[in-house]
Nanobody, 125 residues
Framework: QVQLVESGGGLVQTGASLRLSCAAS????????GGWFRQAPGKEREFVSA????????LYGDSVQGRFTISRDRARNTVYLQMNSLKPEDTAVYYC??????????????????WGQGTQVTVSS
């Protein structure tokens, strides 16, 4: 089993930046792909970004492309999401996830086996 714990969320103004962290423990997270999803009230869970086990490939949702950057530190078993130029529509609970398909980046929520509890990001206008 892999346990994932997100941190770094908060309340910021439009245009600000935040960096989310996802710390993993247990299991073989180093061999897994990492992903970020988000869910706003009343909306479905939305894919944000994904990264392969070795960091060689990344994928972004259309709404965050060019503003967000995913990365990972394998030594620290941590995946990061750097969020720049934040907008009010980025407001959501952000979830970290891990997929056993380590060499694949995917938007498919069903491919992710392990999930964190989420961290709130609120962007005020």
């Amino acid at each position: 089993q892999v346990q994932l714990v997100e941190s770094g969320g908060g309340l910021v103004q439009t245009g600000a930046s935040l960096r989310l962290s996802c710390a993993a423990s247990g299991g073989s997270f180093v061999a897994m792909a990492g992903g970020w999803f988000r869910q706003a009230p009343g909306k479905e869970r939305e894919f944000v970004s994904a990264i392969t086990f070795n960091g060689d490939n990344t994928l972004y949702g259309d709404s965050v492309q060019g503003r967000f950057t995913i990365s990972r530190d394998r030594a620290r078993n941590t995946v990061y999401l750097q969020m720049n130029s934040l907008k009010p529509e980025d407001t959501a609970v952000y979830y970290c996830a891990a997929s056993r398909y380590g060499a694949t980046v995917t938007r498919d929520v069903e491919k992710y086996r392990f999930w964190g509890q989420g961290t709130q990001v609120t962007v005020s206008s």
